[in-house]
Nanobody, 117 residues
């Protein structure tokens, strides 16, 4: 089993910054993808950013403002969020996909990000 522990959420004013971290532990053998999704009240969970061995992918709404990075030695993924907007308010979930014969997905418990003045 794989455990994902997120940290770094909180309350920030519009235009501010936050950095989310997600550390993976447990039975980790071959991480293919790590990333972040978010879910705002009354909305479906949506992709924010993912990082694979081949590169990164961002939602259009966060391009140029958010940066995803990964420390493979620590099995940790980060999300640097700048120029935050009220529309970024959501619960942010860490995501990991491991491939051992077949892909298997894991999710963190979520961390609240609130952008408000």
């Amino acid at each position: 089993q794989v455990q994902l522990v997120e940290s770094g959420g909180g309350l920030v004013q519009p235009g501010g910054s936050l950095r989310l971290s997600c550390a993976a532990s447990g039975s980790i053998f071959s991480i293919y993808t790590m990333g972040w999704y978010r879910q705002a009240p009354g909305k479906q969970r949506e992709l924010v950013a993912i990082i694979t061995n081949g590169g990164t992918n961002y939602a259009d709404s966060v391009k140029g403002r958010f940066t995803i990075s990964r420390d493979n030695a620590k099995n940790t993924v980060y999300l640097q969020m700048n120029s935050l907007e009220p529309e970024d308010t959501a619960v942010y979930y860490c995501y990991l996909q491991q491939i051992i014969i077949v892909p298997k997905d894991y999710w963190g418990q979520g961390t609240q990000v609130t952008v408000s003045s």
